[in-house]
């Protein structure tokens, strides 16, 4: 999937956006804009706001205070307008488990006014592979499945914006990666997709991101660039037994450590100057070290240094 927009139509503006739950403050303050043609990414953990924001943009809940405008238009001016114009694929999409797939997507033409939608309903089965599978009915369909019917139903009226919240939680990794290959094609179509994702290794796959954290934006750019505003060098360990490890350079160091799984990820300054203080207080309290090597940064080691 390319890096880079292919023009810088704003297609959503968000400015100074905030909204409340009583005393809950979801979306504090932020401020976005979103290219045509992009693929945008909302990341953040679950509280963080990215569905709050997603519903506000497709005008299903009101701005306390701010702006925000889609498709060239006031959202809260031009609701209806913009609704036409956009789907939304929400974390609990509403698919009719007694109809068949073909009268699922039948259903949504009719919500969207569409007369003439065999020709397309017909594309999107073939886009989405599930022609075969037409006539069955969604309460039999897999997980996978599902969230690709409710993807092709969000799609039957030629949106020019689709917005996806989390669209892979709870998808198994084969179906996750066809739907990933989906969103390539909806790319190449000129479709704008924005979705929010806690999956920080789907980021990757965005042209730029916002990680959002207590409602709040942290950072805001291309996947590449954020990575490269560490300015730190990340460290991998592979060693044993690993919890005793990451809790000696917690206790023994200054240095910021993520544990994923069976290695330890350390955050340094310098790999050269800070490293060997660090094998010196393992080695010294009987921890052995099988690997070490410094890797690139990933999102993931952005996003909790940044939150730390």
Known sequence: ?????????????????????GNVKAVNGISLSV???????????????????????????????????VLGKN????????????????????????????ENIEFFADIHNVKNYHERRDELLEFTRLK???????????????QKLALACSLIHKPKIIFLDEPTTGVDPVSRRDFWKILAGLLKEGITIFMSTPYLDEAERCNRVAMMNNGEIIALDSPQKIKEALNKEVVELVCAPIRKAYQLIKDNTE??????????????NSYEENFPSIEKVLMQKGVEIFDKRVITPSLENVFIHLIK
């Open 1 to 21: 999937m390319k890096t880079e927009t292919r023009n810088t139509k704003q297609i959503i503006e968000i400015n100074n956006l905030h909204k409340s739950y």
């Open 35 to 69: 290219n045509e043609g992009e693929m945008f990414g909302l990341v953040g953990p679950d509280g963080a706001g990215k569905t709050t924001t997603i519903r506000i943009l497709c005008g299903l809940l009101k701005i306390d205070e701010g702006e925000v405008n």
């Open 75 to 102: 959202i809260e001016q031009n609701t209806k307008e913009i609704q036409n114009n956009i789907g939304y694929l929400s974390q609990r999409f509403s698919l009719y488990g007694d109809l068949t797939v073909d």
């Open 132 to 146: 075969s599978f037409r006539d069955r009915l969604a309460d039999k369909l897999s997980g996978g499945m599902k």
């Open 255 to 268: 240095f910021e450590s993520q544990m994923f799984g069976d290695r330890i990820n350390i955050v340094l």
